[in-house]
DNA sequence: CCGTAACGCGTATGTCATACGCAGAAGGGG
DNA sequence: CCCCTTCTGCGTATGACATACGCGTTACGG
């Protein structure tokens, strides 16, 4: 219907095009005195020091030295250059020691889950751009490839590998995003995490009723809320178990019919 | 230090005095026109009607009858609505059958996971709203509650109880979140469902290359990302994975000797 | 060497959240 | 019984913000 050959072949999302660095260049006009480049590192400058909240498109115009509007010829809206910040913050990724050392899917697995979650820590203002859809930008495509990768020995069926792939990315983002709330309620107000921690067990005591919430007061009164000082602790939690489901699936799926 | 006793104790976060009902209706002024209910309510609907971006407090306003301003007399921020519509769209949760006929630990945790699940899809604006902080409210708490009782027969430790329900509830985020974003898609563009998935897979063939991504390559050659149609598939698939992953460190836990 | 396409950017528009202050309503204390 | 305090609804104003539009300018291609 809306089929319009332009250089290469269909219509892209606008963004998807200058993530690939499939923008035509055009020989005409006046040299361009700014790139996209200075453009999202700027962008992702002001996000690093003041939060993705900080990042209007005068802001970032300001900081490269530039009015707001000149910024549309290089970006055709906000959410473009959200992408592109995305893209570069996160960056490709290492080449996975475990694969090379020829540990198991289990090592890999594990490796690969830790880096994506530093990436996440360095940035985490990365966790407050609104998702938009499966990836389709170089870098997560990189990501995903090297997750199915740590796969490769594990015996899984192509489909089965790209859910795992899923299911563990989703989890190292939600474990970030709870951190990046704590983070956030540090600076928000002055203090201290432990004090945070401390001030919503408080809370929490105050609002739980013993009768109507037998098990949360349990835990409250076990005190397993204030010794874990260890901010890995839910992040190894979480993805131990998730590894344990992953090797009872792959023993499920060794042991029978090798599928098609 | 800002220690300010009112009322009844210390200093909650406005929003969750508004969402456990102690707000101070004073017996001095006029009648309040309007209520806290109607206000929520009206903003639930206009979310369900026109999606999370439409709510402004001028939209609000005008569907409840008053004016703009008027609205801030019953909440103190828009944040704070949003707290609000969280809590009156998700709702209480309802029993849980699993417990009630004696089931294990494990149907029970599959029926909560998927009662969360379906109320975020009945409003799947909420997953548009940012998620600040840990849960306090009483919806939260209850669900909560309800998440460690379902792990009650587990023999698991109060704190893996929560870590465990912690998870869950991520991942069942997490992937409706999935959900919302496709469909976002299918709204954005007035086509169906498989028309956005073939057409990001046709965006796939064209950006993969077979020599960077062979994994990814194989994944598209192999068929497997036309056929699944059932959108619960990857709902079912990460649950199922997960439950396996709490079996084993439930056994682990059974087997080994009972920590303090 | 000129037409044309791309550039930088000033201005304008429309949408928001929300601070401020006023005028009217309604209890409660004298 | 009345007036004063306190709360109400709400008009107005402010300050961000994204972004459409169009103008003057630049520089390459013919």
């Known amino acids: 219907m809306a089929e319009k050959s332009s250089s290469g072949g269909g219509d892209l999302p606008a963004s ?3 993530a690939w ?5 055009p020989a005409k006009g006046p040299k361009p005195g700014l ?5 999202v590192a700027a962008a992702v400058d002001v996000a690093s020091a003041d939060g993705l909240a900080a990042v209007s498109m005068g802001r970032v115009a300001q900081e490269v030295g530039a009015s707001t509007m000149s910024l549309y010829r290089y970006v055709s809206a906000k959410d473009e250059l959200y992408v592109l910040m995305q893209e570069a913050a996160f960056g490709p990724p290492e080449p996975l020691s475990a694969l090379e050392s020829g540990a198991g899917w289990r090592e890999a697995l594990a490796e690969w889950a830790s ?4 990436r996440l820590h360095a940035h985490l203002w990365l ?3 609104p998702v938009g859809g499966p990836p389709a930008t170089p870098n997560s495509l990189a990501w995903w490839e090297q997750g199915i ?4 020995g594990s015996g899984l069926a192509e489909g089965d590998k790209t859910s795992v ?13 709870l951190m990046a709330d ?19 067990e408080r809370t929490l005591k105050r609002l739980v009723d013993p009768a109507r919430h037998p098990g949360i007061s349990r835990l409250l009164e076990s005190g397993a809320m204030s010794e874990p000082d260890d901010p890995d602790y839910e992040f190894t939690f979480g993805l131990e178990r998730l590894l344990d489901g992953v090797e009872a699936l792959i023993r499920k799926t060794d042991g029978g019919v090798k599928s098609a």
């Open 16 to 18: 998807l095009e200058a």
């Open 127 to 129: 966790l407050r751009i």
């Open 149 to 152: 990768q740590a796969l490769e």
């Open 165 to 177: 792939v899923l299911l563990v990315s989703n989890f190292v983002r939600s474990e970030a995003v």
């Open 182 to 200: 704590l983070a956030a309620a540090v600076v928000a107000r002055g203090v201290s995490p432990d004090e945070v921690t401390a001030s919503y």
């Open 35 to 39: 790139s996209l480049e200075r453009i």
């Open 21 to 25: 660095g499939l923008r035509a260049r």
């Open 115 to 118: 880096a994506q979650r530093d």
